[in-house]
């Protein structure tokens, strides 16, 4: 199958180059990444510049450019992250358990965005220019507006704070989920009942509904079979890009309801010039935004029939 | 005895409330019938009201639409008092539909099987097995010789002809005692044309279905037909027995109709031999693709083509018609073989063409920018010329739309406000704008109903005569070529089959394939018997012999 060599050949090569940006990182950052190494591992100020060569040698960085890049990919191949400066343990150990908190949050948000554009985008379709639909266009397009950094202290404040029905921060227990995948779902909400209204439009004006209805379909049957299930056919590949948008996307939400995910390691990494922690951070979710993207493309060749087949 | 469709008096509107007086009628005094067994052809150009007529038979009219008044019944039911669910039954179970274009009528994501299941379920209680037997036998009636194929297929997969034979099939499952059929060949060429046909007739036969059978092509149709009803600007012109209707017409309108239908042979080719303006030596084109190992678009193509020569070029979709057309235009660029325009003399290069040859396209509603003035689209060519002031503009162009019979007046307006007609005169004036020696009109009459394909034809023989000309007719409308070309080359999967005198080929086709073009092509309405026996000897293809045929694109 060439369409998928092609595709695993794109993969491949949005990988590496991914992985090599995120190795540059040390050499772009200000400071020198061995002072900051020794820093981290022993106390007081002054730095001996003997153990700075000393370490230097150890760790090759007198080596060229390729082969340090090399030697990095190959550990990170195997799981090594390297170690994080400021916790003093391996860096995959942090990652793991962060990265299942974002893949949960972010599914959630996800799947809650789908749920209600779908509800909301299909009712504002069928209703086109009337009452409803007026309204939820409006609101939602009024939600694309709406900044994560700007909502999350609101409904921290209106929900945690005045009405103290749930809790403003942490990561324990579904209660505590909540105001962040909301807050983190609205503004896929809104993007995505926009696409599902459009779709389900378009599905609509296409003249073999009109046949359907000639074969004795009612509107609803017509509706049901022929109109939704095309017309949410965009929704797939807009679920995955936000897939992949939201598992970096989701630094903000993180950071502001103290949730230890891979937004918060990020941000603590980039904070502490915690290199190790940074790369490792990144490299996972550029990763899998990469492989999303990619997945994206393949469920929505595999979804239409003239794609699917023609590279069968 | 049931006694079919019988429509009394209806009117048709366009407009929110007919009472205010701001409706728009499309349909007046409406009356038509069609007793059981019966084929009755509407006939009418564009804009008639035909379609109309038909949805609202069905309840389906568009929105803002409406009937008035008047009376639609079918065997005993009265159809504007039906409810939605009674509706309901009658669409697919009683009235079976077909439409224009077969292949947008299909879900794009389902299975032809898919599309058969839905009225075998609603209007015969079948499902499962039995429903899949029943979708079988049923694409099995409608000419695909492995039905099975046709069932799994989706849209995409089947030709322009295999998605009429296919929606045939569709709106039979309900076992309908009326289909409606809107113009369902007009997209298609003379061969298909006369399958779908010998297949409504056979279920006519076998099943006791009336037809009401709408088009503009008067010609094709009175083959088939009893009666004929003519229609214009919504009202009914002339109706009657079929015979009687073509023999002895009485109004102007159907008199215009079988005119534009029968067009009569060539005149004789101009007679000096004229030097040669395209010399086309061994031409192959191949598209590289990935979908399939690239059987050439064109092979082997050897042509000359002389100054004041109308040189019809025929073949059916897929035979690489368009792609001779842009590599003679230089567009594209042959992969072996040469083309040479005007042989010796300054103009005789390789590249593009300039200006000598220019095209008329087929679809006129595509060929301007909808949101520009059609002036504005017509000095578009003009402003490549440094020697031409925006007086010289204006000038050349009302001169050059007045050539083509319009009102320069028109040229204010944006397209959306023009006739096809209007727009296809249009396209060839821009064309004319830069003077070309020769202009290659790719189907250039096909989107155009009878009445209007007559007239944009003679203005062309009229260019001929009073400029010098040279045309390329390309085309797979026989009656076409044969009225307008003094010479006929058969393409056919790529190469040229054929290339003779027009009156030459036409009495005497070579090759196997010019005879089954020449045999399609219907000299009705003299002729008509003659052609119901043609229709009833052609094969029709089943499933694999278009699959291997070439897709359009």
């Known amino acids: 199958m060439p369409f998928l060599a092609r595709r695993a050949a794109a993969l491949v090569a949005a990988v590496l180059l991914a992985s090599f940006t995120v190795f540059l990182i040390p050499y772009v950052t200000p400071g020198d990444p061995v002072r900051k190494i020794i820093r981290s591992r022993v106390a007081g100020d002054v730095i001996d510049d003997s153990a700075v060569d000393a370490l230097s040698l150890q760790l090759g960085l007198n080596d060229p450019l390729w082969t340090q890049y090399l030697r990095w990919l ?73 900044p994560e950094y700007w909502l999350a202290p609101l409904f921290v404040l209106v929900f945690a704070l005045q009405l103290s029905v749930l809790p403003s921060a942490g990561w324990e227990g579904p209660p505590s ?73 989701s630094v903000l939400v993180e950071v502001i309801f103290a949730i230890p995910g891979m937004g918060r390691l990020l941000f603590d990494g980039v904070l502490n ?17 990469v492989l999303l993207t990619t997945a994206a493309d393949l469920v929505h060749g595999l979804l239409n029939p003239q794609i699917r087949m023609s590279h069968a | 005895m049931p006694e079919g469709l019988i429509i009394e008096r209806l009117r048709i509107s366009h407009g929110a409330d007919s009472r205010q007086g701001s409706a728009t009628r499309i349909v007046s005094e409406m009356d038509l019938s069609v007793a059981p067994g019966e084929f009755v052809a509407l006939v ?10 038909a949805l609202s038979v069905l309840g389906l009219l568009p929105p803002r639409i409406h009937v008035e008044s008047g009376s639609i019944r079918l065997g005993g039911t009265d159809l504007r008092a039906a409810g939605e669910a009674e509706l309901n039954r009658v669409r697919g179970g009683r009235i079976g539909m077909l439409f224009q274009q077969p292949k947008r009528m299909f879900n794009p994501r ?121 229609m214009k600007a919504g009202r009914v012109q002339e109706s009657g027995p079929v015979r009687t209707v073509l023999d002895t017409p009485r109004t102007t309108c159907t008199k215009d109709l079988l005119r534009a239908s029968a067009l009569p042979a060539a005149p004789a080719p101009s007679a000096a031999p004229s030097r040669t303006v395209l010399d086309l030596h061994s031409v192959t084109k191949r598209f590289r693709s990935n979908r399939r190992s690239a059987r050439p678009a064109l092979e082997d193509v050897s042509l000359d083509f002389r100054e004041g020569e109308i040189l019809g070029i025929l ?28 042989p010796g003399t300054k103009d005789n290069r390789s590249g593009t063409s300039g200006t000598e040859v220019q095209l008329v396209f087929q ?68 064309a004319l704008l830069l003077e070309p020696a020769v202009l290659i009109c790719d189907e250039a009459t096909s989107a155009l109903d009878a009445v209007t394909q007559r007239k944009v034809l003679d203005l062309l023989l009229r260019l001929h005569r009073d400029r010098q000309l040279s045309l390329i007719m390309i085309s797979h409308d026989m009656n076409v070529i044969r009225y307008m070309s003094h010479r006929v080359a058969v393409l056919f999967q790529g190469a040229l089959v054929e290339v003779a005198p027009t009156a030459e080929f036409f009495a005497h ?12 092509a219907l000299p009705v309405p003299q002729a008509a018997r003659a052609c119901q026996h043609v229709a009833s000897t052609i094969r029709v293809p089943g499933a694999r012999d278009l699959v291997s045929s070439p897709d359009p694109r």
Not at chain 1, 273 to 289: E, N, T
Not at chain 2, 175 to 204: M, N
């Open chain 1, 74 to 146: 190959g550990r990170l191949s195997s799981g090594d992250m390297g170690l994080s400066y400021t916790s003093r343990t391996p860096v995959a150990e942090q990652v793991l358990p962060a990265l299942w908190i974002t893949l949960s949050l972010v599914v959630l948000a996800l799947g809650a965005a789908a749920a209600i554009s779908v509800a909301l985008g299909v009712t504002a379709a069928l209703q086109e220019g009337r009452p409803a639909d007026k309204v939820i266009t409006a609101v939602t397009q009024a939600f694309i507006a709406l």
């Open chain 1, 177 to 249: 989920a909540v105001l962040p995948v909301a807050v983190l779902a609205l503004r896929p909400t809104s993007y995505f009942t926009s696409a599902v209204r459009e779709g389900v439009l378009e599905a609509l004006s296409a003249e073999h509904v009109a046949a359907a209805r000639s074969r004795g379909l009612s509107h609803l049957q017509t509706v049901w079979k022929h109109v939704i299930p095309n017309g949410l056919l965009p929704l797939t590949t807009l679920v995955a890009v936000w897939f992949a948008g939201l598992l970096g996307g």
């Open chain 1, 273 to 289: 010039s915690d290199i190790p922690l940074a790369q490792g951070a990144v490299v996972v979710v550029v990763g899998l935004a």
């Open chain 2, 315 to 342: 073949g059916q979709s897929g035979s690489g018609k368009s792609t001779l057309a842009r590599l003679i235009l230089g567009l594209e660029t042959p992969e072996s073989g040469s083309i040479t325009r005007f």
């Open chain 2, 44 to 53: 009418g150009t564009s804009g008639s009201g035909k379609t109309m007529t």
């Open chain 2, 363 to 430: 679809e006129p509603h595509d060929v301007f920018d909808p949101r520009m003035k059609l002036r504005t689209s017509l000095e578009a060519p003009l402003q490549q010329r440094r020697d031409c002031t925006a007086e010289d503009r204006t000038a050349r162009i009302d001169k050059v739309v007045r050539e083509v019979e319009l009102d320069p007046a028109l040229l204010d307006r944006y397209p959306s406000q023009c006739s096809g007609g209007q727009l296809q005169r249009l396209t060839i004036a821009r």
């Open chain 2, 110 to 230: 389902k299975t032809v099987g898919n599309h058969l299941a839905e009225p075998l379920k609603l209007h015969r209680g079948l499902r499962g097995r039995s429903a899949r037997m029943q979708a079988l036998d049923l694409l099995a009636e409608a000419g695909f010789e492995d039905p099975a194929w046709c069932a799994r297929a989706y849209p995409h997969q089947l030709s322009g002809g295999m998605a009429q034979r296919a929606m045939l099939a569709v709106a039979m499952a309900g076992r309908p005692e009326l289909l409606l059929a809107d113009e369902p060949t007009s997209a298609l060429d003379k061969v298909l044309e006369l399958q779908i046909l010998e297949l409504i007739g056979r279920q006519r036969h076998s099943h006791g279905l009336g037809v009401l059978y709408i088009t503009h092509d008067l010609a094709t149709v009175s083959a088939f037909a009893d009666r004929v009803v003519v």
């Open chain 2, 509 to 520: 086709p070579q090759h196997g394939h010019s005879k089954e073009l020449v045999a399609a």
